[in-house]
T-cell receptor, first 111, second 117 residues
Framework: DQQVKQNSPSLSVQEGRISILNCDYT??????FLWYKKYPAEGPTFLIS?????DKNEDGRFTVFLNKSAKHLSLHIVPSQPGDSAVYFC??????????FGQGTRLTINP | DGGITQSPKYLFRKEGQNVTLSCEQN?????MYWYRQDPGQGLRLIYY???????QKGDIAEGYSVSREKKESFPLTVTSAQKNPTAFYLC????????????????FGAGSRLTVL
């Protein structure tokens, strides 16, 4: 049973515009979520996180929003840049410090 | 420089052979993890270890084995029982704590790509 779902396998955005990546979840134990960014043939790198005490967390061009009632989180990137082209994963911490990842969304920023 | 080193980066094996992927970290993290990435399926957890000499199965442990004899090392063996071993394998580690900057965030290695011929 997929606990974290990213329903859009790919997203294409024009440079300078806003990119919005979505993630839905079920049965989160701690309501603490992370976003990772991954380039081909490399390990994922941590981008930003959010916990249940907030509904928004911002770090430069990246903002994550959490809607607990809808069990939904989203990552906003503005303005989008060519270097943002990558696969983005959302993740949820389950028991015993175990991270469960979504399927990923491939973001392409077009010039 | 602190980090996680995975080796080899590329590995080829014939069907029926076991192969061991190395993962070493010098971050002094207690917890270590192995994930597998397949196209369209995200990252799936194979095994994880929260402390030396202890490890737990993840969601897709069948056909894999691990050991955790040292804090810094968490090697993964892909056995001949693994039916579909061709994949990109990622090792990660994490500092587990509360209210500490950087805690509860996985740090990943660069990955190892295994191809079964």
């Amino acid at each position: 049973d997929q606990q974290v779902k990213q329903n859009s396998p790919s997203l294409s955005v024009q440079e300078g515009r806003i990119s919005i990546l979505n993630c839905d979840y079920t049965n989160s134990m701690f309501d603490y979520f992370l976003w990772y960014k991954k380039y081909p043939a490399e390990g994922p790198t941590f981008l930003i996180s959010i916990s249940s005490i907030k509904d928004k967390n911002e770090d430069g061009r990246f903002t994550v929003f959490l809607n607990k009632s809808a069990k939904h989180l989203s990552l906003h990137i503005v303005p989008s840049q060519p270097g943002d082209s990558a696969v983005y994963f959302c993740a949820d911490i389950q028991g015993a410090q175990k991270l469960v990842f979504g399927q990923g969304t491939r973001l392409t920023i077009n010039p | 420089d602190g980090g996680i080193t995975q080796s080899p980066k590329y590995l080829f094996r014939k069907e029926g052979q076991n192969v061991t992927l190395s993962c070493e970290q010098n971050l002094n993290h207690d917890a270590m993890y192995w994930y597998r990435q397949d196209p369209g399926q995200g990252l799936r957890l194979i095994y994880y270890s929260q402390i030396v000499n202890d490890f737990q199965k993840g969601d897709i442990a069948e056909g894999y084995s691990v050991s955790r004899e040292k804090k810094e090392s968490f090697p993964l063996t892909v056995t001949s029982a693994q039916k579909n071993p061709t994949a990109f394998y990622l090792c990660a580690s994490m500092f587990v704590g509360q209210g500490v900057p950087g805690a509860n965030v996985l740090t990943f290695g660069a990955g190892s790509r295994l191809t079964v011929l």
